[in-house]
């Protein structure tokens, strides 16, 4: 069931992502808290129970295939609802839920309740996106980091990668450049207000094909799904044109 303050924004392309929040108390099916992820025994789990449905020995490449998955479900629906509707959702890890479906990935994300406005406007985007970016993206991708070895780089890259996606979907969307502002600041600025580097910055880039051709979106790292059997490089993985020893191509799998 949609929340319902976020309602309007599940049309069109953003249709898919009607379901995936959901409160707790109007939703029965089994979830995970997600602080449970982060410890050994959770993570271990994770990766056990995805593995059943997606092969592979690389723990690194399994982890940020399922990243993946949790990273777009989570950013389009708290973002655009932050951005459009100045909608902010309780997302820290002490207080939601993931909920998986048949093949092991994030289905839907079980909230405390639907959140509520800002009581003030935010004093840009550090400010706006703190819950997702510093209560949940953050420790997470810290503690997955130091367990797997995996690169921050790459888990940081697999969740600015759908945020800048969202962003220009919306902008060609006709959503107005003013609402999208903080936006556009959270992938333009390369350091936070701190000074330590912003790991949203510069997630893709778009390479020049000739002429005639639409600049190609490139993402800045690669997610490595690659070392997984079967899976090639992804259309838009920054390798596609020197591929790594043994690599599918997209067109090849």
Not at 1 to 25: H, Q, S
Not at 46 to 72: H, I, K, T
Not at 180 to 200: C, S, T, V, W
Not at 225 to 247: E, I, S, T, V, W
Request: aromatic content about 10%; some cysteine; proline content about 10%.
């Amino acid at each position: 069931m949609t929340i319902p303050a976020l309602a309007p924004l599940f049309v069109g392309d953003f249709e898919y992502y009607r379901n995936m929040l959901v409160i707790k108390g109007e939703d029965r099916r089994s979830g995970i808290p997600v602080r449970d992820l982060i410890s050994p025994e959770g993570l271990a789990w994770l990766l056990a129970e995805y593995r059943r449905f997606q092969p592979g020995d690389d723990d690194r490449a399994l982890l940020s295939l399922w990243s993946r998955y949790y990273f777009v479900k989570l950013t389009v629906p708290v973002a655009a609802a932050n951005l459009v509707l100045g909608h902010e959702l309780p997302v820290s890890l002490d207080r939601i839920e993931v909920i998986l479906d048949e093949n092991g990935l994030p289905e839907a994300f079980r909230l405390p309740d639907a959140g509520r406005p800002f009581a003030t406007p935010p004093g840009g985007p550090y400010d706006r996106f703190r819950e997702l970016l510093d209560h949940n993206f953050e420790p997470l991708i810290e503690a997955w980091s130091r367990q797997v070895k995996v690169s921050r780089r790459v888990l940081w890259n697999n969740a600015a990668n759908y945020f800048e996606w969202l962003i220009s979907t919306m902008s060609a969307g006709g959503v107005p450049d003013a609402l999208l502002e903080d936006g556009r600041q959270l992938i333009a600025l390369e350091k936070r207000p701190d000074g330590r580097p912003n790991p949203m910055a510069s997630p893709v880039r778009y390479v020049e094909r000739g002429e005639s051709c639409e600049p190609h979106r490139q993402r800045r790292h690669c997610c490595i799904r690659y070392r997984l059997p079967d899976l090639p490089l992804c259309r838009n993985c920054p390798h596609l044109d020197r591929p790594p020893k043994g690599a599918l191509l997209p067109d090849e799998a």
